[in-house]
């Protein structure tokens, strides 16, 4: 079945470390999305990458980093800097590059990684 | 400021029951809008997705109505099931390809 993975599901994480998490899509979506969701709150993008080897700053994007190597792949790197990583991270794919929130672009979901600071 | 507000904020109703749900928008330039559906730490799964001509869309139980000149959507849910509590979410494109999302609407369904 095609769809998004996302992994891990939980993590934990020391203040001052990095983590990453994984993003792994078999629609062949050309785009991804990162964004971040916190209780109360909308949804907050963080990146996007229309294309492999090309990716975007979202409107949070301070203290987070992305990569784009692979079409199937979109792996967040949470860093030291990000203040307060707490949330539930969700990683999202399209099928359009360029026109990607037009009105026939359709998000499918990964079922999300929930990151708690210790 | 472009802007999605949703409500009620939660909302318990009794299994076979209706209800609908307010989303009102102050987004321009507006492209189009569209309802999630957010299991508890799930994904959101899209439900319906309307543009500017468009008054009503259905999916299955789900009817979504769009009121450009006021603003308003709703998400009306006929016969409501124990799996129909979720969280649901309301977003909005504005035509220069940004996504503002509701802090949506949390559902629960009692048998």
């Known amino acids: 079945d095609g769809g998004i993975t996302q992994s891990p599901k939980y993590l934990f994480r020391k203040e001052g470390q990095n983590v990453t998490l994984s993003c792994e899509q078999n629609?062949?979506?050309?785009?991804m999305y990162w964004y971040r969701q916190d209780p109360g709150q909308g949804l907050r993008l963080i990146y996007y990458s229309q294309i492999v080897n090309d990716f975007q700053k979202g409107d949070i994007a301070e203290g987070y980093s992305v990569s784009r190597e692979k079409k199937e792949s979109f792996p967040l790197t949470v860093t030291s800097a990000q203040k307060n990583p707490t949330a539930f991270y969700l990683c999202a794919s399209s099928i359009p590059g360029s026109d990607f929130h037009s009105g026939a672009n359709v998000l499918t979901f990964g079922a999300g990684s929930r990151l708690t600071v210790l | 400021k472009n802007q999605v507000e949703q409500s009620p904020q939660s909302l318990i109703i009794l299994e076979g029951k209706n209800c609908t749900l307010q989303?009102?928008?102050?987004?321009?330039?507006?492209?189009?809008l569209r309802w999630y559906k957010q299991d508890t730490g799930r994904g959101p799964v899209s439900l319906t997705i309307m543009t500017f001509s468009e008054n009503t869309k259905s999916n299955g139980r789900y009817t979504a109505t769009l009121d450009a000149d006021t603003k308003q959507s709703s998400l009306h849910i006929t016969a409501s099931q124990l799996s129909d509590s979720a969280s649901y979410i309301c977003?909005?494109?504005?035509?220069?390809?940004?996504?503002?999302w509701g802090a949506g609407t949390k559902l629960i369904i009692k048998p």
């Open positions: 989303c009102n928008y102050t987004v321009s330039p507006f492209s189009n």
């Open positions: 977003v909005v494109s504005a035509s220069n390809y940004q996504l503002i």
């Open positions: 629609l062949n979506h050309d785009a």
